[in-house]
């Protein structure tokens, strides 16, 4: 099992306002970035000034998904991943804002010399996590052979997850046995969260059940996983799941293309280091 890194609670300025809804809603609001209301009565306009309106709102979302796909901030400052649009000039030249995110001793799938490192911040009771598990990990891997190394971060959302931090837990104590990618999968792919159902796929994989139960009732992992956690918090993630391409922030279970566009800017050196 590789060493993990030392817990600390370095606290730096956040890059994402913490909120306090689901991180599905998180995600919504940060890949669209309009909120709809209902105005309180209706009324009629030219269609001149329907073209007109529709022309800025096109102009805003697109100015949007360049905040969430690459970490854009205009100002020099840090990403805005808050889902509201700010107003650009026109003349000013993009900032891409990259950030520092270890990745040596996690685990991680792909060649250590890769061009591209993909860090995964996620939860394993998360919906949105394995909906982007499910349709984005494997087509992402096979778009790029040998190109690509995904790290795997644990971020569980314990104030909305209670099982995530045990599904954590379960998948570290499997590593000791070189089955932690397996078991990974085991929790992205199956229904079942909790004690029970860890030691069913422990079993299932041919584990020695007493020494990955042993593991669990120890919480052998906990500090581990919460310093991971905090590293997270104090960097200013407050949905998951949240990725960083090389260093450029991905927030959402966004689709394969998203993913591809940043990918392909980046092999093709376009996007600044």
């Not at 901030?73 to 520092?100: H, I, L, M, W």
């Not at 299932?204 to 996983?225: G, M, P, R, W």
């Amino acid at each position: 099992m590789p060493a993990m890194p030392t817990r600390t609670k370095k606290i730096i300025e956040p890059v994402i306002e913490p909120v306090e809804p689901e991180p599905e809603i998180m995600e919504q609001t940060a890949a669209v970035g309009i909120e709809m209301q209902q105005p309180e009565d209706t009324f009629t306009f030219k269609r001149s000034h329907f073209y007109a309106v529709v022309t800025v709102l096109a102009f805003a979302v697109g100015v949007l998904l360049g905040y969430v796909v690459w970490g854009y901030d205009p100002s020099g400052g840090r990403a805005n991943t808050s889902g509201q649009v700010a107003q650009v000039p026109a003349t000013e030249a993009p900032n891409f804002k990259r950030y520092d995110i270890p990745s040596k001793g996690f685990y991680a799938i792909g060649p250590e010399n890769a061009p591209i490192t993909v860090v995964e911040f996620s939860d394993y009771q998360c919906p949105f996590c394995r909906r982007w598990h499910q349709e984005v990990y494997e087509p992402l891997l096979a778009a790029y052979p040998g190109k690509i190394r995904l790290v795997y971060r644990n971020l569980p959302l314990t104030s909305i997850h209670p099982d995530a931090m045990g599904a954590a837990e379960a998948a570290m104590c499997a590593g000791e046995q070189d089955a932690y990618w397996p078991y990974h999968e085991k929790l992205f792919s199956s229904e079942g969260l909790g004690t029970q159902a860890y030691l069913q796929y422990a079993r299932e994989l041919s584990l020695n059940v007493d020494k990955f139960q042993s593991c669990l009732s120890d919480h052998k992992y906990k500090a581990t996983i919460e310093a991971d956690s905090d590293f997270a918090v104090n960097l200013g993630i407050s949905s998951t799941p949240t990725f960083f391409i090389n260093g450029l922030a991905v927030v959402g279970a966004q689709p394969l293309s998203v993913f591809k566009q940043v990918i392909d800017k980046e092999l093709a050196g376009e996007i600044p280091k």
